[in-house]
């Protein structure tokens, strides 16, 4: 296809618990760093990457998110435009697991999706790098969740040890490509909001 | 249409005197007239621009002889202070409050000039910084002014002389030869469009403000704007039509446009829209809407018009006999239609005051009057004010206006002879143009010239004239007039293309109000988008929003689309309807007078083809309706085939087709504006949620806390103002109106998004939607409604409904006996009621509800919770009992005491057949529990039965007698006996001697009745020998006892006995070891050694100690004489 050499915008927005560490995730991901520091995302930042499929260039702007209620009141009119959701929770936190549900629907009705039913998601079980004892949520247990939400991919990852990210973050970008219809991906973008997020380890912004 | 204009008198004839005033010049509240003979009189207007009393004209000074000749032109260069008047073909500047000569330009003019322009503007240097100016001077213009240059073209035949200055100062002048000479022109910019005699035009460039001297104006090639004489002659008629109001007839034929010299040919300047100051104050402001930057914005639905202005030049207006036509500086004509204005006759004069065009029409010919039904008036000239924009009639008033109720300026100047209509006397009005300072103010001038009595005979005699006043209305009350028709866009339009500096001048809420009448404008076009946007940024209330939407979205809030107006600012909601009424009745009207022309044709309908053809001709000339055209196109190439009443049909097929269209249409449209709001809702969840987190907690409504239901009209009533700004209640009432909205708008449009909105926190009101989800089918998303809400009784009772339909059994209680389990503590009422019909159809799955190994089910209750399940059935009580005792650990004696209450009655339940079970289950947690009082329990025995019961709570009572009394009479049970003697002694050290003995006293001093257990007994002391003492066994033990059959006993008791003997010998060893060792061990210990020197002092008697005899004291190892020992220790114990 001849326009496969066109440019490519997916916005995917990052969603969970506070400290379930999709800070982390997005860092590994991005940046293939890792802190064992917390600090709170106030608001809402981005990072991009480009990542080529199937010989196109897609270029990925993964929003990270506050999961901090408090953090949260710069308000999310980011989600609209989304291509992709993640949802992360800490497989040793059952209830970052149990807000999944709310994380989705919340971001379903913020994002007014045109297609609701087919929305991509995808699903992220962090830190699985701690002992086995203190796991919470069984694989099977997502797994079930995961399926009983239309067949949400799902993936166990280790933002710390860099296990699983970069398969969770490529399954979101093609979910995404498959998703949107072609005429909608090559349509024009406006430029993104500028903001010196480059630099993982700056302050994050505020991008509303 | 609106009638912004009305004229009066200003100066009566006598104050006038009969010299014609052939110049008039409005500035600075002076009316400058100059007259024929050369004078100059200058009155002073008060009240000019207010509408609180007529407008008056004083006379201030009256110069005669000022000029040798009549003065041709005023004018004033604001920033020189100066009075430009041209007369006798050369132009003179006076200063002007005493009008004393300030220079001549004679020496350019050489006695030819005829006509000049002007054009002021500001120059800014574009690296300058913009600065506030406080001079006054140039104000139409942007106060702050780096430089003012002012350009004065005077057309002296062919010739065309430029005067500049700049901040005043006098510039060298330029010159440019001319082919024609000038009949009329005006400037835009840096461009004049000048109209020469030939009736051509030519535009004549100045050089750049920056330029180089040398370089010089220059005039491009001539041109006849693009309005052929076909269109000319179509047009009038054509026109006639269009302008409606206008009256007479203006077929003047002989509009030559030959070789012969043109007397007029006016070009007309045309300010341009004052919209730039405007952006620059809207950032000032926080409010947009007030601040009138709304009134430019792309986003308020303008960039049409928006793009049109940034790349158009500016206009000027060129008038010719009848026809005024628009064109660019660059000469072209409008591309939009109509292009031009075609007068019903002549014009005189026009000017334009933004954003009116008015034309003083010459009275039309007396020749074509008769016939006209018109009124006398028609032969009087006329103002006739067009609109700018689109060149629409808008206002035509006769002059002088006819005196059937004379205007109230009139009535105090009544002695005022107005000419008598019958009379017929012809009026000639003679002047309009207003060279004013600039076109901006809202007043003009004219004057009317009656000749004198009725002898037509006398023209030479002294005119009468009268000066007029033309004022126009307010902005205000001219929006408000046009608004009053429904016409509110066209009246911001109005304000837009005004020199009201854009509309910046306009009161704040005028400009707001006007601003949400455009943004429900733009919900009406359609432009959906644009109007949410516009909601957003003007704060409109939620449920104003909402309420424009249909019914199925906005329920109790929806609004008649003749309501919306009022909502929005607009007029009220009967006079809207009666409006759409009537435009229904025209059109109703129109329809059957179209029907009833159809019909006529298919009577006159011949059968050949030739005619049929001419019937298709005929619906082919017809262009009345849209419709009947398309026909007729279509019939132009079928015509021969068809039959006429095929024409009908098809016109059916047609119309089918259209409404299809139509149809197809409206829902596309209804589908985009239901995304809009939902986008808008979503946005306003946001703003509200915002809002809400800013309150105090304690201040804070919750979604779940009910809430009075409020009216659609009071929800209406929410103010317009960002949420902030409300109350936690209005707040409150908001949010209810987001949430339901958005709920009713998933519904309708993506009913997949109820079910997330209904899971997460919201403010839906449970009262609008249940119904709906019910009618839906979506009972999960109304139990999760019901359930962010607390409304658990509406849910269990909608469960228990869904059951009713539910086959499966398990499926049955399935979803309710969930939804119970994860309610908590907090609803244990509804649990408790709901439970009950649950337990009736599925006792097992029932109790579910309050054992499943879930965090809320675990929180119940226990005491409540019991009490609630006995009432059941005491089975389920026990199983529930079983599992808060044996899996929770429940140690509460309650508990324990119930359980065994159940177990006793479910032993003696007759024909019980767990009672076995329950009888062992008795008996085990009576022995496993500590958690219940034995005394009870035993006071809760039958008398009879149960013997290992009451024989475990004696035992529990520390009644071991009576336990074991139990298990050797009733049980006969010596080995439990024995066993529980065991148990005893075990876990009791205060029975430890004498447990044992109790039973064998049970053997062997049986109750009268009894046998002696010898057996048992003698069994007892063989196998506990150690643990009883021999001394009371014997006492016991009958005199006459085979000795082999206590030969075990004694045995061990002997063996016992001299193990003890032994036992204690070895003890007192040991014993003995130690007590010698401590002893020595202190004889060690208490070996002290003292060192007496010469000097060493009793620290009794102070004296020395010498070779005295002394004593140690211990511990510290004192030394004191012997004698002093007693009285040192006394004193230091
Ligand atoms: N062991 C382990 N720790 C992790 C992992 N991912 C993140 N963490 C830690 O978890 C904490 C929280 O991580 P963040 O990425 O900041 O969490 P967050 O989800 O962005 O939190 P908010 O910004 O408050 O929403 C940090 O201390 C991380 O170091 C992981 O895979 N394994
Ligand atoms: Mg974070």
Redesign the pocket.
């Known amino acids: 296809m001849s326009s496969s050499r066109r440019k490519v915008l997916l916005k995917v927005i990052?969603l969970?618990?506070?400290?379930?560490?999709?800070?982390?995730?997005?860092?590994?991901y991005v940046n293939k760093r890792?802190?064992?520091?917390?600090?709170?995302?106030?608001g809402a930042d981005f990072l991009t990457k480009e990542v080529m499929v199937d010989d196109r260039l897609v270029t990925m702007q993964l929003w990270?998110?506050?999961?901090?209620e408090r953090?949260q009141s710069l308000g999310v009119a980011f989600y609209r435009g989304a291509d992709c959701c993640v949802l992360?929770y800490?497989v040793n936190s059952a209830k970052s697991f149990e807000t999944l549900d709310s994380w989705r629907d919340e971001f379903l009705i913020q994002a007014s999706p045109r297609d609701p039913e087919n929305f991509p998601f995808v699903v992220i079980g962090?830190?699985?790098?701690?002992e086995e004892g203190k796991r919470m949520v069984s694989q099977k247990r997502a797994m079930t969740w995961c399926q009983s939400k239309g067949n949400i991919p799902y993936f166990e990852?280790?933002?710390?040890?860099a296990?699983n990210v970069e398969q969770g973050f490529q399954a979101a970008c093609k979910n995404a490509l498959q998703q949107e219809g072609e005429a909608d991906i090559y349509s024009d973008y406006p430029d993104a909001i500028k903001i010196n997020s480059h630099d993982a380890d700056q302050g994050y912004g505020c991008a509303c | 249409m609106h009638s912004p204009f009305s004229l009066s008198t200003l100066i009566p004839p006598e104050a006038l005197g009969s010299d014609a005033v052939t110049a008039t010049l409005l500035h600075a509240n002076r009316v400058i007239l100059g007259t024929e003979k050369g004078s100059l009189l200058v009155f002073d207007l008060s009240n000019a621009s207010t509408s609180i009393s007529p407008p008056s004209a004083t006379l201030v000074s009256k110069h005669e002889g000022f000029c040798k000749k009549a003065v041709d032109q005023l004018g004033v260069i604001k920033e020189l202070n100066g009075l430009l008047c041209l007369s006798g073909g050369d132009l003179t500047l006076h200063s002007l409050p005493t009008f004393a000569l300030l220079s001549s330009f004679s020496a350019q003019s050489r006695g030819a000039a005829s006509l000049f322009a002007l054009s002021t503007y500001i120059h800014q240097p574009p690296a300058a910084p913009p600065r506030r100016s406080n001079t006054s001077r140039a104000a139409p213009m942007a106060p702050s002014s780096p430089e003012i240059r002012t350009t004065l073209a005077l057309a002296c035949r062919r010739r065309l002389v430029l005067l500049a200055w700049i901040d005043g100062a006098w510039q060298t002048p330029s010159e440019l030869a001319l082919p024609h000479q000038i009949r009329g022109m005006a400037f835009d910019e840096r461009k004049i469009v000048a109209g020469f005699s030939t009736g051509e035009y030519g535009i004549i460039t100045l050089p750049a403000a920056k330029a180089a001297a040398s370089e010089a104006p220059s005039l491009g090639e001539l041109f006849t704007p693009t309005m052929p004489a076909v269109e000319k002659a179509k047009a009038i008629p054509a026109g006639l039509g269009g302008l409606g109001n206008v009256m007479g007839l203006g077929a003047l034929g002989g509009l030559s446009l030959g070789a012969k010299k043109l007397e007029k040919n006016g070009v007309v300047a045309v300010p341009r829209a004052g919209k730039g100051k405007a952006k620059d104050d809207g950032g000032k402001s926080s409010d947009g809407a007030t601040s009138g930057a709304w009134l430019w914005g792309k986003e308020w639905g303008w960039e049409d018009e928006e793009k049109e202005k940034e790349t158009k030049e500016g206009e000027v207006l060129v008038v010719r006999e009848n026809i005024a036509i628009p064109l660019t500086s660059s000469g072209k004509p409008r591309t939009s239609t109509p292009s031009s204005i075609i007068y019903p006759s002549f014009t005189d004069e026009t000017l334009v005051v933004s954003p009116y065009i008015i034309s003083l029409l010459a009275a039309p010919p007396p020749s074509l009057a008769p016939g006209s039904s018109s009124s006398s008036t028609s032969l009087s000239p006329s103002l006739a004010i067009h609109n700018i924009d689109t060149l629409a009639p808008v206002q035509t008033l006769a002059v002088p206006p006819p005196p059937i109720s004379p205007p109230s300026s009139i009535a105090e100047g009544s002695d005022l002879k107005l000419p008598d209509p019958a009379a017929q006397q012809p009026f000639t009005a003679r002047l309009l143009t207003v060279a004013s300072s600039s076109a901006q103010p809202p007043l003009l001038l004219l004057t009317s010239r009656p000749p004198p009595g009725s002898a037509s005979a006398a023209a030479a005699a002294p005119v009468e004239q009268t000066l007029w006043i033309v004022t126009m209305k307010s902005w205000q009350s001219q929006i408000e007039e046009l608004g009053q028709a429904g016409a509110w866009e066209e009246g911001i339009r109005l304000v837009r293309r005004s020199g009201a500096n854009g509309g910046m001048d306009l009161p704040p809420p005028l400009l707001r109000r006007l601003a949400v009448l455009h943004s429900l404008a733009l919900f009406t076009e359609h432009r959906y988008d644009l109007a949410i946007d516009a909601f957003i940024s003007l704060d409109i209330t939620p449920s104003k929003v909402v309420s424009l939407y249909p019914h199925a979205i906005s329920g109790k809030l929806h609004i008649e689309h003749a309501g919306h107006e009022e909502l929005f600012g607009g007029r009220p909601q009967h006079k809207v309807a009666a409006a759409i009424e009537d435009e229904i009745m025209r059109k109703h009207e129109a329809e059957e007078e179209e029907k009833k022309r159809i019909e006529e044709e298919k009577k006159k309908a011949p059968a050949s083809p030739a005619r049929k053809g001419k019937v298709a001709a005929a619906v082919d000339d017809d262009d009345a309706s849209s419709i009947r055209s398309g026909i007729g196109r279509l019939k132009g190439k079928a015509s021969w085939i068809k039959d006429s009443s095929d024409v009908l049909e098809q016109i059916a097929d047609r119309a089918a087709i259209d409404a299809e269209r139509q149809a197809k249409l409206d829902a596309k449209r209804y589908a985009t504006s239901v995304d809009e709001l939902i986008r808008y809702l979503t946005d306003r969840r946001q703003k509200y949620a915002q809002a809400l987190a800013t309150l105090l907690p304690s201040a804070r409504p919750a979604p779940s806390s009910p809430r009075a239901r409020a009216s659609g009209a009071e929800l209406l009533e929410l103010p317009d103002e960002p949420l902030t700004n409300l109350s936690p209640d209005q707040l409150a009432r908001v949010a209810q109106v987001v949430d339901t909205a958005l709920f009713k708008a998933y519904l309708a449009t993506k009913p997949v998004m109820v079910g997330p909105l209904c899971r997460i926190d919201n403010w839906c009101e449970v009262e609008e939607v249940e119904e709906l989800l019910l009618a839906a089918k979506k009972y999960q998303e109304l139990l999760d409604l019901y359930n962010g809400k607390n409304m658990h009784e509406k849910a269990v009772k909608l469960l228990r409904q869904m059951a009713d339909d539910e086959e499966d059994p398990e499926e049955k209680v399935g979803p309710t006996i969930r939804y119970l389990q994860k309610l908590g503590a907090d609803h244990v009422t509804v649990i408790f009621e709901s439970s009950r019909w649950v337990f009736e159809a599925d006792r097992a799955a029932a109790l579910e509800i309050f054992i499943a190994d879930l965090e809320e089910v675990e929180s119940l209750p226990r005491h409540a919770t019991m009490a609630h399940l006995e009432r059941i059935g005491s089975d389920v009580c026990i199983t529930y009992l079983e599992h808060i005792i044996h899996t929770l650990g429940e140690e509460g004696s309650e508990f324990h005491e119930k359980l065994i209450e159940l177990y006793l009655a479910a032993v003696h339940r007759p024909n019980g057949s767990g009672s076995d079970e329950a009888y062992q289950k008795l008996l085990d947690l009576l022995e496993s529990s500590t958690s219940y009082r034995a005394d009870r329990m035993l006071g809760r025995l039958p008398s009879e039965d149960m013997h290992e019961v009451r024989a475990i709570l004696l035992g529990r009572l520390g009644r071991h007698e009576g336990a074991l009394q139990i298990y050797v009479y009733q049980l006969e049970d010596h080995a439990t006996a024995e066993e529980y003697c065991k148990r005893v002694y075990d876990s009791d050290a205060s029975m430890r001697p004498t447990i044992f003995h109790l039973l064998l006293r049970i053997y062997l001093r049986p109750r009268p009745s009894h046998p002696l257990l010898f057996g048992p007994a003698l069994s007892l002391i063989s196998s506990h020998a150690s643990s009883i003492d021999a001394i009371e066994v014997f006492d016991l033990l009958p005199p006459l006892v085979a000795l082999g059959d206590i030969r075990v006993f004694l045995e061990k008791t002997l063996r016992r006995s001299g193990e003890r003997v032994r036992e204690g010998k070895v003890v007192r060893s040991i014993g003995r070891a130690e007590v010698d060792e401590e002893e020595g061990q202190l004889v060690d210990l208490e070996e002290r050694r003292v060192k007496i020197t010469e000097g060493r002092v009793c620290p009794q008697c102070h004296k020395r100690l010498g070779n005295s005899v002394i004593a140690i004291h211990s511990p510290r190892g004192e030394v004191t004489h012997y004698q002093c020992r007693e009285k040192f220790q006394e004193m230091n114990s």
Do not use: P
Not at chain 1, 64 to 68: E, I, K, L, V
Not at chain 1, 126 to 130: A, G, H, V, Y
């Open positions: 990052i969970g618990d506070s400290g379930v560490g999709k800070t982390s995730l997005m860092n590994q890792f802190s064992n520091q917390y600090k709170a995302t106030i990270d998110t506050a999961g901090q953090f992360v800490d962090n830190k699985i790098d701690m990852t280790s933002a710390k040890e296990i």
